[in-house]
Nanobody, 115 residues
Framework: QVQLVESGGGLGQPGGSLRLSCAASESIFSLYIMDWYRQAPGRQRELVASIQPVGSTRYADSVKGRFTISRDNAKNTVYLQMNSLKPEDTAVYYC?????????WGQGTQVTVSS
């Protein structure tokens, strides 16, 4: 059982930045594809960004050029740097680890973008 603990959420201003972190409990973290999802009130959970074990990344169109996903396998941690925040980025952000067919979810961290 992999435990994922997110941190770094909170209140951000439009145009500002926040950085989310997700720490995994297992040393085999480096084998997992890591994702960040988000879910806004009344909407389905959506994939925001993914990073492969070797570091290749992909992003939702809505965050391309603004968000950056990265990982530090030595620290069993994945990050989401969020720049140029918009009110529509407001959501609960979830960390997700997958090594097919196994997957794990974090508990989520709230991000609110408002002036």
């Amino acid at each position: 059982q992999v435990q994922l603990v997110e941190s770094g959420g909170g209140l951000g201003q439009p145009g500002g930045s926040l950085r989310l972190s997700c720490a995994a409990s297992e040393s085999i973290f480096s084998l997992y594809i890591m994702d960040w999802y988000r879910q806004a009130p009344g909407r389905q959970r959506e994939l925001v960004a993914s990073i492969q074990p070797v570091g290749s990344t992909r992003y939702a169109d809505s965050v391309k050029g603004r968000f950056t996903i990265s990982r530090d396998n030595a620290k069993n941690t994945v990050y989401l740097q969020m720049n140029s925040l918009k009110p529509e980025d407001t959501a609960v952000y979830y960390c997700h680890a997958r090594y097919s067919p196994i997957e794990f979810w974090g508990q989520g961290t709230q991000v609110t973008v408002s002036s």
